[in-house]
């Protein structure tokens, strides 16, 4: 099955910095890449997503891009802020992500210091 | 945009009852939901899949006669935790796939805390 390794475990940036965040997956059929941001207690939203077909997609401070071939996609966030803070996790899926779920990363605890 | 609810946010049981979960689609209908398990400061584990109409799909190493889940309607999946034990505390999330469009974006709850006791 697919297995989706995320870096680093814990970010700690300071405010206004950029931050990224990045994943690596293990099965080539993947085709669909989303990213979701975790707050305390809290059901994942997800943030921004990314299909195989494209190589770069941006959604005002964030952004995500996409490297096929060497199965890697990461999390840019630009001029960050205090809300920023949470726990953000990278997902793989081959089917979509509507029919077979998501494999998730081990999540990432970004810390945006003031 | 899809919202999908859960009920309850929290529950707190005695070791040997059951509890009962459920995931609402509440403005769209979902062929299939999904439920995880995710356990303090840890990723998502997908526990299985549920179809409306069909038995679920579950993950390995997931006991499907201590989960029950059950998806009578296009909008309901019910998570049951029988014979709850003190492992089996957990946060649960449920997401939920937009029937007929195509776009596959799945919608997840705000999840349910069990502790149980």
């Known amino acids: 099955g697919e297995n989706v390794e995320q870096h680093p475990s814990t970010l700690s940036v300071q405010e206004g910095d950029s931050a990224v965040i990045k994943c690596t997956y293990s099965?080539?059929?993947?085709?669909?890449f989303p990213w979701y941001k975790q707050e305390l207690g809290k059901g994942p939203q997800l943030i921004i997503d990314?299909?195989?077909?494209?190589g770069e997609k941006k959604d005002q401070r964030i952004a995500v891009t996409l490297n096929k071939t060497a199965k890697h996609f990461s999390l840019h966030i630009t001029e960050t802020q205090p809300e920023d803070s949470a726990v953000y996790f990278c997902a793989a899926s081959i089917t979509g992500g509507g029919a077979d779920g998501l494999t998730f990363g081990k999540g990432t605890h970004l810390i945006i210091q003031p | 945009g899809a919202v999908v609810s859960q009920h309850p946010s929290r529950v707190i049981c005695k070791s040997g009852t059951s509890v009962k979960i459920e995931c609402r689609s509440l403005d769209f209908q979902a062929t299939t939901m999904f439920w995880y398990r995710q356990f303090p400061k840890q990723s998502l584990m997908l526990m299985a899949t549920?179809?409306?109409?069909?038995?679920?799909?579950?993950e390995q190493g997931v006991e499907k006669d201590k989960f029950l889940i059950n998806h009578a309607s296009l909008t309901l999946s019910t998570l049951t935790v029988t014979s709850a034990h003190p492992e089996d505390s957990s946060f649960y999330i449920c997401s939920a796939s937009l029937a007929g469009t195509g776009a596959n974006v799945l919608t997840f709850g705000a999840g349910s805390r069990l502790t149980v006791l």
């Open positions: 099965d080539s059929a993947s085709n669909y």
């Open positions: 990314i299909r195989s077909n494209v």
């Open positions: 549920s179809n409306e109409g069909s038995k679920a799909t579950y």
